[in-house]
Nanobody
Framework: QVQLVESGGGSVQAGGSLRLSCAVA?????????MGWFRQAPGKEREGVAA???????TYADSVKDRFTISKDNAKNTLYLQMNSLKPEDTAMYYC??????????????????WGQGTQVTVSS
């Protein structure tokens, strides 16, 4: 059973920074995977933010390019999302997700298989 546990959310003023973490327990040996961050604001659909492939290649939503950075620490089995220059419109529940095959071009939530419970990010103006 794959388990994903997010942490690092909180409240910050516009222009501030936060770093989200996602501890990943795959439960089996794997070589190929894709992991990503998604967010969902109240009354809106869940949307992809960023994804990283097992080879380290990354994909970003246009709305967060040059502000957010996705990374992973394979030794710690942890996924990160560094969020800088935060805006009020970044306020949402942020979710970590994974799929057990490579290919991270798509940021469609429906393409991801395993999900964490989410961590809240609130940005005030």
């Amino acid at each position: 059973q794959v388990q994903l546990v997010e942490s690092g959310g909180g409240s910050v003023q516009a222009g501030g920074s936060l770093r989200l973490s996602c501890a990943v327990a795959w439960g089996y040996t794997h070589d190929n995977y894709c992991m990503g961050w998604f967010r969902q604001a109240p009354g809106k659909e869940r949307e992809g933010v960023a994804a990283i492939d097992s080879d380290g290649s990354t994909t970003y939503a246009d709305s967060v390019k040059d502000r957010f950075t996705i990374s992973k620490d394979n030794a710690k089995n942890t996924l990160y999302l560094q969020m800088n220059s935060l805006k009020p419109e970044d306020t949402a529940m942020y979710y970590c997700a994974a799929k057990p095959w490579s290919g991270c071009v798509s940021l469609r939530p429906i393409d991801f298989y395993y999900w964490g419970q989410g961590t809240q990010v609130t940005v005030s103006s």
